[in-house]
T-cell receptor
């Protein structure tokens, strides 16, 4: 069985500051890991995914995430926040099939 | 290329009424899913379908019914709506072989009064 824990339901950053969203997972097999972003009143959009290739994964809009097996983590970062990054972010894990387990989500607000 | 469409986008209904949420995909993805999104819970799987005429329960199926007579459609029915079913509902599809990537529709915001 797999599960995901996102640390912090709400993160507030200043424009231009580092964005760091934390995600820890549990999985009985090597996991596939995902970050999705949800803009207001929209569906979820895939930001990036880890599928056992490179441990540092680059996604859209300048985001990247690093898979650390020893820490069972898949934290999402962006060096410089932009106002357009304000959204809700979800970490998700799969064990190689169609089933995804989602974290509770982290809402990011960006201060001017 | 619309991908996944959901209708209606917004719905207000009353307790005890039957409500059907529609999901349509323009691809031919074999898997389709229904999730509900609630504050503090992320997305929880209600039902999924591996192909036409094949459906199975997810994490929170009680009070919901699904069918899939055609590959492209996957309606979700609340047989007798309750206030606890007030939520945002997302439909998603999955194409096997694409490393588990699920594609999501825009969602339906349902309010049960």
């Amino acid at each position: 069985a797999q599960s995901v824990t996102q640390l912090g339901s709400h993160v507030s950053v200043s424009e231009g500051a580092l964005v760091l969203l934390r995600c820890n997972y549990s999985s009985s097999v090597p996991p596939y890991l995902f970050w999705y972003v949800q803009y207001p009143n929209q569906g979820l959009q895939l930001l990036l995914k880890y599928t056992s290739a490179a441990t540092l994964v680059k996604g859209i809009n300048g985001f990247e995430a690093e898979f650390k097996k020893s820490e069972t983590s898949f934290h999402l970062t962006k060096p410089s926040a932009h106002m357009s990054d304000a959204a809700e972010y979800f970490c998700a894990v799969s064990e190689g099939d169609y089933k995804l387990s989602f974290g509770a989500g982290t809402t990011v607000t960006v201060r001017a | 290329d619309a991908g996944i469409t959901q209708s209606p986008r917004y719905k207000i209904t009353e307790t005890g009424r039957q409500v059907t949420l529609m999901c349509h995909q323009t691809w031919s993805h074999s898997y389709m899913f229904w999730y509900r999104q609630d504050l503090g819970h992320g997305l929880r799987l209600i039902y999924y379908s591996a192909a036409a005429d094949i459906t199975d329960k997810g994490e929170v199926p009680d009070g919901y019914v699904v069918s899939r007579s055609k590959t492209e459609n996957f309606p979700l029915t609340l047989e007798s709506a309750t206030r606890s079913q007030t939520s945002v509902y997302f439909c998603a599809t999955y194409l096997a072989g694409e490393a588990d990537t699920q594609y999501f529709g825009p969602g339906t915001r349902l309010t049960v009064l």
